[in-house]
């Protein structure tokens, strides 16, 4: 079985703090996407990575991809109570048959207090 | 709005009916999934189509669950017999081949009570 562990479960900070959620895998990745998810909505694209060690910025979110790709982090400069969500990483795993399903990580839930 | 679309967004039923979601997928996109997702979760593989052709099953998915997509466009998730630890968010995303971007829609919410 395929696994992909997400750190931490939980972040609780203050508006204007950083914070960096962190997705790994003993398994290589062929592709690693992040998405964001509201309560009762689906989740939402934010970035898709393919390169190992590919870096991506989004206005105060910047991702990376691991060299090996096997990992990855989602940094936030500056979080903005409009940051609290869930974040998941979800990637699909390079070879075997898994035709291109997406496999998730638990889930980070941020909270951001202003 | 040309994302993807499902439907009911809420369903309420009592244990042991049947329910079934309608999932109309990204005009273009041929690969449709299915996932299921608890409170807090991140959310759990259950099937894949490749057009209509239905290529990958989780051991998730019981015998009480199936899934079709009969012209390889809409996608239709039934559950038989319900049981109150079906109640869960059941979302559909979709994606074209030899793209690495799925896209999902707002999901259903299942409470079986």
């Known amino acids: 079985t395929q696994l992909l562990e997400q750190s931490p479960q939980f972040l609780s900070i203050q508006e204007g703090e950083n914070l960096t959620v962190y997705c790994n895998s003993s398994?290589?990745?062929?592709?690693l996407q992040w998405y964001r998810q509201e309560p009762g909505e689906g989740p939402v694209l934010l970035v898709t990575?393919?390169?190992?060690?590919e870096v991506k910025k989004l206005k105060r979110l910047t991702f990376q991809f691991g060299d090996a790709r096997k990992d990855s982090s989602l940094h936030i400069t500056a979080a903005q109570p409009g940051d609290t969500g869930l974040y998941l990483c979800?990637?699909?795993?390079?070879?075997?048959?898994?035709?291109?399903?997406?496999?998730f990580g638990q889930g980070t839930i941020l909270t951001v207090h202003p | 709005d040309t994302g993807v679309s499902q439907n009911p967004r809420h369903k309420i039923t009592k244990r042991g009916q049947n329910v079934t979601f309608r999932c109309d997928p990204i005009?273009?996109?041929?690969?449709l999934y299915w996932y299921r997702q608890t409170l807090g979760q991140g959310p759990e593989f259950l099937t894949y189509?490749?057009?209509?052709?239905?290529?990958?099953k989780s051991r998730l998915l019981s015998d009480r669950f199936s899934a079709e997509r009969p012209k390889g466009s809409f996608s239709t998730l039934e559950i038989q017999r319900t049981e109150q630890g079906d109640s869960a968010m059941y979302l559909c995303?979709?994606?074209?081949?030899?793209?690495?971007?799925?896209?999902f829609g707002q999901g259903t919410r299942l409470t079986v009570v």
């Open positions: 398994s290589v990745f062929s592709s």
């Open positions: 005009s273009e996109h041929n690969r």
């Open positions: 979800a990637g699909r795993f390079a070879g075997g048959t898994s035709y291109g399903k997406l496999t």
């Open positions: 995303a979709s994606s074209v081949s030899g793209n690495t971007e799925a896209f």
């Open positions: 189509f490749q057009n209509e052709a239905q290529l990958e």
């Open positions: 990575v393919v390169t190992g060690g």
